[in-house]
């Protein structure tokens, strides 16, 4: 039985409660604004709300959801689309195979992260469009987020792993783990949807061949080989896989969107926000700006997007309640940019600071031809090697759906690099820069390669060298998963809350100090679960 909280036969369409009109046309248009006083108007220009959430990921999507069912009306406000109408091809999303304009935010050319394929480049022209995964660049890094309403769950693998217990206190060293394990991963894991593979299922289907030789080098070299929960539909993958649905993991979808299977946000917590009638969303929507209001409360300013990314309108609304959820880099940008130019001076000065990449580097093994990892590959990672405790790295066997039998393994990990970075306003160019260096992925690709130069040396096979460039063997110049900026009990109070400013908050990733150990979005929704919970039962 597929779970009930997917809508495989409408996509996203019937799901969709937001400001989406924004984002219907195709190509290069105003918003359509919507009907005024319907759930899915834009929010107007003037008005006033009682709690604000910027950004519709996972900590803007639990923060709404709680405080909604807690009686208090909610607007979020998110820069993406809405994705919740079809194309001229009848789908939402592009496929990984062949992006489109659909794919990237506000650039001419994909910014794809692997680049290379056999040491060519594999990025093409787009028409510039607000797309649904920006690859934004800082001096040292390029950080790959998902633009639309679902935050990072548009364009995830929707990998749901908890972290080891034992390593929590790395992750979260201010937050009680009793109530982390006992109450706030469980609530979140649950109302994520996250499940496990059928072992038996993994055994037989070609789609995870990449998967069965992944364990087979990890156990040879006897590292610890795990399967990790994910939150996309594993009987509607068996299904893809039988032939009797229309494929999506199977299809090649995922880093552009899941047309089916995937339970992203939208089909989860979003879904049960909009059922409480209390939550409304302008997609299309971008806020610049969040200062002290006179009459008490706060104003925020929100610039209206087209699809070619020009503002439409500025609005200026006033706020009971402000929720910081626009993402690690979103926030951490935004109260940088407020702190430095005198909107809000009294924040503190560990904004900007304790930035890190989740350790993320990729790499990929070339293995013997009696080694072949399949044609057909599930876009879905379910399994990864552990070496963390004896080497500091979790590697993702991940996926390489290229459509043709490339004898490639692939590998995204999670490593425990200690280098931190910064944000600072710079006003000579009007941004907010990161001081990252891409040197500082060393550590990780030495943690990584406690685990591959192993494999490797057992099996007799050597690295890839044709994917992130001309003979270049590591993806070291990017992250999928940033963390930290507005650290939790340094930047915040333990609950997230700004001093200074009563009825400000941060509840996303941002508080986390740039490590999880593991895939991060189950820990940025338990530490938002956790923080929402006390904040209701304290400050409403
Ligand atoms: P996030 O989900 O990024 O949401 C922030 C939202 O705020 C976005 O929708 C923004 O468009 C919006 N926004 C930003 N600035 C503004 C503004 N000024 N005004 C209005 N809206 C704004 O934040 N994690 C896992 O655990 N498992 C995985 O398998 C996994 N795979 C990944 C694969 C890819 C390709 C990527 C990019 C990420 C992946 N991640 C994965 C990371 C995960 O998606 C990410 O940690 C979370 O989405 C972060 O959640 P937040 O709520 O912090």
Redesign the pocket.
């Known amino acids: 039985m597929r779970d009930s909280t997917s809508d495989t036969a409408g996509g996203l369409s019937r799901r969709g409660f937001l400001a989406g009109a924004a984002g219907l046309a195709l190509v290069g248009t105003a918003a359509r604004p919507a009907l005024a006083g319907s759930p899915a108007a834009p929010i107007p220009d003037g008005t006033h709300v009682p709690a604000l959430v ?8 639990v923060a709404a959801l709680r405080l909604a069912q807690a009686g208090v009306d909610v607007h979020m ?4 689309m809405a994705w919740d109408t079809p194309g001229p091809d009848g789908k939402i999303f592009c496929t990984t195979t062949q992006p489109d304009h659909r794919s990237t935010w506000l650039r001419t050319r994909t910014k794809q ?1 692997l680049s290379n394929f056999l040491g060519f480049p594999i990025d093409r022209d787009i028409p510039r469009y607000t797309g649904i ?2 690859a934004e660049d800082f001096a040292g890094i390029t950080v ?18 908890t972290p080891k217990r034992e390593n929590f206190a790395t992750v979260l060293p201010s937050v009680n783990p009793d109530e982390m394990y006992a109450t706030y991963y469980p609530r979140a894991n649950a109302t994520l949807g996250s499940g496990l593979i059928d072992p038996a299922w993994f055994e037989t289907t070609a789609c995870y061949q990449y998967g069965r030789v992944g364990r087979k080098h990890a156990q040879r070299s006897n590292f610890p080989f795990v399967f990790v929960p ?1 939150v996309y539909d594993w009987d509607y993958m068996e299904a893809e896989a039988a032939g009797t649905v229309p494929r999506s993991a199977l299809a090649g979808e ?2 552009y969107g899941n047309n089916h299977g995937k339970k992203s946000l939208p089909k989860t917590y979003l879904a049960q926000a909009r059922a409480t009638g209390r939550v409304a969303v302008s997609a299309l ?4 700006s969040v200062a002290p209001a006179g009459s008490g409360g706060y104003a925020v300013v ?1 610039e209206q997007l087209a699809t070619d990314g020009a503002v439409t309108a500025t609005k200026t609304v006033t706020a009971d309640r402000v929720f910081f ?7 951490s ?2 109260l940088v940019r407020l702190k430095a130019t005198g909107v809000l001076p009294a924040l503190n000065d560990e904004v900007g600071q304790g930035w890190g990449d989740n350790g993320n580097v990729m790499c990929g093994r070339a293995n013997h031809l009696w080694d072949p990892t399949g044609s057909l590959q599930s876009t879905v ?1 379910c399994c990864g090697i552990d070496n963390w405790s004896a080497g500091g790295a979790f590697a ?1 066997v991940a996926p390489l759906p290229t459509g043709i039998e490339t004898w490639a393994s692939f590998y995204l990990s999670i490593t425990r690099n200690p280098n931190r970075a910064r944000f600072t306003w710079n006003a000579a160019t009007g941004k907010v820069d990161l001081n990252w260096q891409t040197a500082w992925k060393q550590p990780s690709i030495t943690m990584a390669k406690t685990i591959f130069d192993k494999i490797n040396a057992k099996e007799g096979t050597i690295y890839r060298t044709d994917l992130f460039g001309v003979y270049k063997i590591w993806g070291d110049h990017l992250t ?4 930290g900026g507005v650290v939790l009990n340094r930047a915040t109070d333990n609950y997230g809350r700004l001093p200074g400013y009563p009825g400000l908050y941060v509840i ?3 508080l986390i100090p740039g490590n999880t150990t ?5 820990t ?1 929704t338990a530490l ?1 679960e956790r923080n929402i919970d006390h904040i209701i039962a304290t400050d409403l």
């Open positions: 910027v950004g519709t990921g996972y900590g803007g999507a406000v998110e820069m993406g992260p995964l920006d790959y987020q998902g633009r639309g309403v679902g935050g990072g769950s548009l364009v995830n693998g929707g990998i749901a792993v994910d995922l880093l929507h971008r806020v610049t929100i959820a626009a993402g690690s880099v979103g926030t940008k935004l990672p993702e999928y998963h940033p963390l996303d990733g941002a593991v895939n991060p979005f189950v940025i938002a």
